[in-house]
């Protein structure tokens, strides 16, 4: 007959708690509740500049506006924003003409390669 071994049951049960922990971090730091929900949201996120370790540029449409955020690890900025009509219309245009969004944008990506 074999015996009950505390340590191994520990080590197990310890396991099991760290392996809850970590799917439940990743569930809420890395899916969007929004999208697992079938809700259809009117905010987008297009794109992210990681400018350092606790700062970056965030360009968020949300109702036929772009807005250029700056993130920190307390508070939130609203650097420039656009009104746009259709996404797919302005990709066909190019960069013929470049608003004062892109060239904050644009700056900021040449400072950072520098």
Do not use: H
């Amino acid at each position: 007959m074999s015996q009950f071994d505390p340590i191994y049951a520990l080590v197990v049960f310890i396991a099991l708690i760290f392996s809850f922990l970590l799917l439940a971090w990743f569930i809420r730091n890395k899916t969007s509740l929004v999208s697992l929900a079938g809700g259809d949201s009117n905010i987008r996120l297009s794109s992210t500049f990681r400018l350092d370790s606790k700062n970056k540029l965030c360009v968020v449409e949300y109702r036929n506006k772009r807005l250029l955020l700056g993130v920190g690890p307390n508070s939130l900025n609203i650097l420039d924003s656009e009104d746009f009509e259709d996404p797919s219309a302005e990709m066909q245009e190019g960069t013929k003409e470049q608003g004062p969004f892109r060239k904050v944008f644009n700056n900021a990506l040449k400072q950072r390669d520098s």
